[in-house]
């Protein structure tokens, strides 16, 4: 791949759920960071919060992978008895949206029980806890008693590290004044990188061409008009 070499890819990676890698920047380095103390937190609960296209749930998988941990959604959280709890740690993602569906009290239950066993929860949203509605005081006071990561939207470096990868792994060849140009005008997160690049393919293959600026320029163009 001609341009692609000339490109950065010193990023740590980390292996996700899906054989998906992660990669390390200063946007989530904190994240990391913390994700990588456990089980030495200073709490039974944790926080990771960002914008969407952040890369907080793919981080979140890291932690599924890496520590046995188990994803917990609406419909776990509904069932009675917790057979989760065999896994030292439990995940809440988009938690503050499965607070929305009445789930207070099944939450509030699953954190006295992960922490009556010494385990531990790790809640993913778009908030912080202490900017989510909740009605019950009980659950209230733990959740903003747990520490709280925020996750930066990534830089031009990790969303073209991103991007260089995206090709890769599609055997794709892209010189990199276009990745630049596609890092200057995309959508600033690693879901519009993963949509650009497979509408890009889709392209090239149909026109049985490269990947060029006029190409990218286009594409997202149709993008704009489609929203």
Same mark, same amino acid.
Request: hydrophobic residues 50%; negative net charge.
């Given at each position: 791949?001609?341009?692609?070499?000339?490109?950065?890819?010193?990023?740590?990676?980390?292996?996700?759920?899906?054989?998906?890698?992660?990669?390390?920047?200063?946007?989530?380095?904190?994240?990391?960071?913390?994700?990588?103390?456990?089980?030495?937190?200073?709490?039974?609960?944790?926080?990771?919060?960002?914008?969407?296209?952040?890369?907080?749930?793919?981080?979140?998988?890291?932690?599924?992978?890496?520590?046995?941990?188990?994803?917990?959604?609406?419909?776990?959280?509904?069932?009675?008895?917790?057979?989760?709890?065999? &896994?030292? #740690?439990?995940?809440?993602?988009?938690?503050?949206?499965?607070?929305?569906?009445?789930?207070?009290?099944?939450?509030?239950?699953?954190?006295?029980?992960?922490?009556?066993?010494? +385990?531990?929860?790790?809640?993913?949203?778009? +908030?912080?806890?202490?900017?989510?509605?909740?009605?019950?005081?009980?659950?209230?006071?733990?959740?903003?008693?747990?520490?709280?990561?925020?996750?930066?939207?990534?830089?031009?470096?990790?969303?073209?590290?991103?991007?260089?990868?995206?090709?890769?792994?599609?055997?794709?060849?892209?010189?990199?004044?276009?990745?630049?140009?596609?890092? #200057? +005008?995309?959508?600033?997160?690693?879901?519009?990188? +993963?949509?650009?690049? &497979?509408?890009?393919?889709?392209?090239?293959?149909?026109?049985?061409?490269?990947?060029?600026?006029?190409?990218?320029?286009?594409?997202?163009?149709? #993008?704009?008009?489609?929203?």
């Amino acid at each position: 791949m001609t341009g692609q070499r000339q490109l950065p890819l010193d990023f740590d990676h980390r292996p996700a759920l899906g054989g998906e890698d992660f990669l390390v920047a200063p946007s989530n380095a904190e994240a990391v960071a913390w994700i990588d103390r456990w089980p030495d937190w200073p709490g039974p609960a944790l926080a990771l919060h960002g914008p969407p296209g952040c890369g907080k749930t793919h981080l979140a998988q890291v932690f599924v992978a890496g520590n046995r941990a188990c994803l917990v959604g609406a419909r776990e959280l509904s069932a009675a008895g917790h057979a989760e709890l065999t &896994a030292p #740690a439990c995940v809440v993602d988009d938690a503050e949206t499965v607070l929305a569906e009445g789930l207070e009290e099944a939450l509030l239950h699953l954190h006295n029980r992960l922490a009556e066993a010494g +385990r531990h929860l790790l809640l993913v949203a778009r +908030r912080p806890p202490a900017r989510w509605t909740v009605a019950l005081s009980d659950l209230s006071s733990r959740l903003k008693a747990a520490s709280a990561i925020a996750i930066k939207p990534p830089d031009d470096t990790l969303i073209t590290a991103v991007l260089v990868k995206l090709f890769a792994d599609r055997q794709l060849r892209v010189d990199s004044d276009v990745v630049s140009f596609m890092v #200057a +005008r995309m959508e600033r997160s690693f879901d519009a990188a +993963r949509r650009l690049v &497979a509408a890009l393919d889709v392209a090239a293959l149909a026109e049985r061409r490269n990947i060029t600026v006029p190409l990218v320029r286009r594409v997202l163009d149709q #993008a704009i008009e489609e929203d």
